[in-house]
């Protein structure tokens, strides 16, 4: 039953990512009425809620968006720093959205980043240890209990990052309404980019959900 879950959330995830990119690149054709560039709406999103200590830089790649709570940058794609469509727009403002929540000590997003050290330490090394316990599982069955820890907090960071990703859209969204950047039909399409941008980080959580019960599985069956 779980190979069956697991294939499956595979298939959604090729799915969810495939509508991604094709809304993205739908609403990348939707023109704004204001004309303000991805990079102009990040700026005044953050300047109306009292941030000036918070850099909008541009960076290379697509969908490489994100918000760097280090040393305060909000990173758009260069598609997104000078677009000036509702795509542009939406990814604008949902990385805003972090850097206010970062603001405001947001509570899941400091949660998030209190994970990110031991997160970055695990993810270069669970793949081995959990292969390693596998083949070792009847000889060394600790070496798999190990990498069941490790994935388990890997898994546990991806579900507190539901939250966090759903207030920035939230954040975003009912900003670009009520500034009048993107109202009416406009926040229509913004909010339907930002929901299968979202659905993405679910089915990312799920996917890493039903493999760490995979790899319980396996380390019950042992006895």
Request: hydrophobic share 50%; proline share 2%; aromatic share 10%.
């Amino acid at each position: 039953m779980i190979y069956v879950i697991v294939i499956l959330i595979m298939v959604l995830s090729y799915g969810v990512s495939a509508m991604l990119k094709s809304k993205f690149d739908k609403y990348s054709r939707v023109a704004l009425p204001s004309n303000l560039s991805g990079k102009d709406i990040a700026e005044r999103f953050l300047s109306e809620n009292g941030i000036s200590d918070v850099k909008v830089i541009s960076v290379q790649g697509q969908l490489t968006d994100h918000y760097n709570p280090t040393n305060k940058t909000v990173n758009l794609s260069s598609g997104v720093f000078d677009g000036r469509s509702v795509a542009s727009a939406a990814v604008a403002a949902h990385e805003c959205g972090h850097a206010i929540q970062h603001a405001k000590g947001y509570a899941f997003l400091k949660m998030r980043s209190s994970l990110v050290p031991v997160i970055s330490f695990s993810s270069k090394y669970v793949q081995w240890v959990l292969l390693a316990g596998v083949v070792l599982i009847q000889t060394f069955p600790a070496i798999l209990g190990i990498g069941i820890i490790m994935f388990a907090l890997t898994t546990l960071f991806s579900f507190i990052t539901l939250p966090v990703e759903l207030n920035a859209s939230h954040r975003a969204l009912t900003w670009l309404e009520s500034s009048g950047i993107a109202g009416g039909d406009y926040a229509t399409q913004a909010r339907d980019a930002l929901k299968w941008a979202a659905l993405t980080y679910v089915i990312a959580a799920l996917g890493s959900l039903a493999t760490l019960i995979y790899y319980i599985a396996i380390f019950t069956r042992r006895r």
